[in-house]
């Protein structure tokens, strides 16, 4: 029996495309969050954004061999990232989700990784200026 990836059980690349596609249809709908992203590089950013997702759920490693360590923290530290804009950003993800219907195991896994993710990029609070 081989262990399946979470990259390969929902779909692979396809999935993650969709995904990410998804979500930035929300992302550009939300003024907060659409000025936080390249305004000139939408199909860029989707590109990088689905590649390193594909990286991190088991799929290939594109996304390091083109852009080295994700360091996650250091990209996003430009941007007042606060709990508002977090809150923002994984109810774009999880309607992108809503989209796509992964199995509920594997929804239950995207959500824990993305309420996760969320939340160790904020970097502002602006209760302590």
Do not use: K
């Not at 495309?17 to 939300?30: G, N, T």
């Not at 999880?94 to 594997?106: C, F, I, N, R, T």
């Amino acid at each position: 029996m081989t262990n399946q990836t979470l990259y390969e059980a929902v779909g692979g690349e396809a999935f993650f495309r969709r995904l990410v596609h998804a979500f930035y249809e929300h992302v550009w709908a939300d003024d907060v969050l659409r000025a936080m992203y390249p305004q000139d590089d939408r199909t860029g950013a989707e590109d990088r954004f689905s590649m390193f997702l594909m990286q991190y759920w088991g799929g290939p490693g594109t996304y390091s061999e083109q852009r080295g360590h994700p360091r996650l923290r250091m990209r996003h530290n430009p941007f007042p990232i606060d709990h508002d804009a977090r809150n923002r950003w994984v109810a774009c993800m999880a309607a992108a989700l809503d989209a796509l219907e992964p199995a509920p195991l594997h929804r239950a896994e995207l959500d824990d990784y993305f309420d996760r993710a969320a939340t160790a990029m904020v970097n502002h609070n602006p209760l302590f200026r």
